[in-house]
């Protein structure tokens, strides 16, 4: 039941990211862009699938540059 509630909240992000992008391109909603570190939002990102690699056998080797990789954006918490 956890799997389905998780795929589920995983298929309404996808919804709602599409709406926010219709939306953008039709400009009736502006979006704060900032500078975001990807460094950052990349290494959080990877570490969400390191157990579930690892738990199938896989190495995982992460290298993440020290020097900020920075992308105008915006963050979803």
Known sequence: M???YAKANEVLDLI???FDLARLESGDKL????RIHMNDICGRNMLTFYD???VRGFEVTIQIPDKPLLAWGTRKH
């Open 31 to 34: 979006i704060p862009l900032s």
């Open 52 to 54: 579930t690699l690892t």
């Open 2 to 4: 956890s799997k389905v």
């Open 16 to 18: 709602l990211q599409f």
